[in-house]
């Protein structure tokens, strides 16, 4: 059995996504720079509450279960951000020839990704830090 090199090719997608994921903010930033006028003044640097006078500091308390949702939540979107590559990858056909075990190896690393998160939300339900009071 003999191992072919990775053609450049399966790296195309990778390399656009790279170098698009840098020039976007960068552009829409630089973007916001030229075109915002910048003539601050005193209304325009206060405390902006919907419309009204502020009337206290805007700085408040919130409860820490705001925190643990967002937290979970913030888990979950990066394991559906590593889940979207990962298809594309295992949908080549270097992928398929990679097996261990008589089993893709690429498939045994997600599913030991996803039961590791599983375990993190079975962990937080315990804990019931899902339960909004």
């Given at each position: 059995?003999?191992?072919?090199?990775?053609?450049?090719?399966?790296?195309?997608?990778?390399?656009?996504?790279?170098?698009?994921?840098?020039?976007?903010?960068?552009?829409?930033?630089?973007?916001?720079?030229?075109?915002?006028?910048?003539?601050?003044?005193?209304?325009?640097l206060?405390?902006?509450?919907?419309?009204?006078?502020?009337?206290?500091?805007?700085?408040?308390?919130?409860?820490?279960?705001?925190?643990?949702?967002?937290?979970?939540?913030?888990?979950?979107?990066?394991?559906?951000?590593?889940?979207?590559?990962?298809?594309?990858?295992?949908?080549?056909?270097?992928?398929?020839?990679?097996?261990?075990?008589?089993?893709?190896?690429?498939?045994?690393?997600?599913?030991?990704?996803?039961?590791?998160?599983?375990?993190?939300?079975l962990?937080?339900?315990?804990?019931?830090?899902?339960?909004w009071?």
């Amino acid at each position: 059995m003999t191992s072919e090199p990775l053609a450049v090719e399966y790296y195309v997608p990778l390399i656009m996504f790279l170098i698009m994921g840098a020039i976007v903010p960068i552009a829409a930033l630089a973007a916001v720079k030229i075109i915002s006028p910048l003539k601050p003044n005193r209304r325009k640097l206060s405390m902006y509450e919907g419309g009204l006078v502020p009337i206290r500091d805007a700085r408040i308390q919130f409860n820490v279960q705001y925190y643990l949702f967002a937290i979970v939540f913030v888990i979950f979107d990066v394991e559906v951000l590593f889940l979207y590559p990962w298809v594309y990858i295992y949908a080549s056909e270097v992928m398929q020839r990679v097996m261990v075990f008589g089993m893709n190896i690429a498939v045994f690393e997600m599913l030991m990704f996803v039961a590791v998160l599983l375990l993190g939300l079975l962990y937080a339900i315990k804990k019931e830090a899902l339960r909004w009071v």
